[in-house]
């Protein structure tokens, strides 16, 4: 099932992106003084998203995809997969007219295309590090199967 890897990388890349939009939208865009503080329920709603936009990371540098040039760089896989889907979440979210903004101009659009960009960003690092952090002796059992 689950390997212990890939939920604490699961867990903190979550937790961190969440941080990061929690200080976006309440310290930067000052969101919630223009439209309050977040409510309960919109809290429980970024926290799931944060948990699926983390889970679809994590588990997308867990493929094999990228094994040929980046086994041993796991750091720069994840940000790899971060910024793949950093654009894919925000086209998502633009294209849906899931925002805080009523008026979407082309700065506001700008603006946030590259926060995305850095957050999911910064949510791959999150588990390249616990990647190369957390020992799975999973991994060692393939790579010792892999070589006989």
Excluded at 7 to 13: K, N, P, R
Excluded at 45 to 68: C, E, H, N, P, Q
Excluded at 88 to 114: D, E, Q
């Amino acid at each position: 099932m689950f390997k212990r890897q890939f939920l604490l990388s699961w867990l903190f890349s979550s937790i961190g992106m969440f941080v990061l939009s929690y200080l976006w939208h309440g310290y930067v865009l000052l969101d919630f003084v223009n439209y309050g503080e977040p409510s309960g329920l919109i809290l429980f709603y970024k926290i799931v998203i944060y948990l699926v936009i983390g889970f679809v990371i994590a588990s997308v540098v867990r493929l094999k995809t990228f094994d040929k040039r980046l086994k041993y760089l796991p750091v720069v896989k994840g940000l790899i997969v971060g910024c793949v889907c950093g654009i894919l979440f925000f086209a998502l979210s633009t294209f849906k007219g899931i925002s805080f903004n009523v008026t979407l101009n082309h700065k506001y659009l700008l603006l946030n295309f590259f926060w995305q960009l850095f957050e999911q960003m910064m949510g791959g690092i999150i588990v390249g590090v616990v990647h190369n952090l957390v020992f799975d002796p999973s991994m060692i059992a393939k790579e010792e199967e892999n070589l006989n």
